[in-house]
Nanobody
């Protein structure tokens, strides 16, 4: 069973920063690859960044140099630090396994002046 609770979203101006957090109730969390995903209104879910159980990371091109994914296995937590946010980053952000299992509620990120 997978339970995921995302938090940290909000309204931010272009160029601003946010740090998203995910509290994960996942069996064997420390051994599972995880990822952040997002869904822009009216579009399909897309992956933003992924992190292996050994903490190797990969960030999609649109987030390269701006977003950083990290995890704290002791806390069963996943994070996404987002800098230099752009209006096109506006979306609902989700954490999940990689590949994904059951989805949580996500957290809304709105980038607007």
């Amino acid at each position: 069973q997978v339970q995921l609770v995302e938090s940290g979203g909000g309204l931010v101006q272009p160029g601003g920063s946010l740090k998203l957090s995910c509290a994960a109730s996942v069996n064997g969390f420390s051994a599972r690859p995880m990822a952040w995903y997002r869904q822009v209104s009216g579009k399909q879910v897309e992956k933003v960044a992924q992190i292996s159980f050994t903490k190797n990371t990969y960030v999609e091109d649109f987030a390269e140099g701006r977003f950083t994914i990290s995890r704290d296995n002791a806390k069963n937590a996943l994070y996404l630090q987002m800098n230099d946010l752009k209006p096109e980053d506006t979306a609902v952000y989700f954490c999940n396994l990689d590949p994904p299992a059951d989805w949580g509620q996500g957290t809304q990120v709105t980038v607007s002046s």
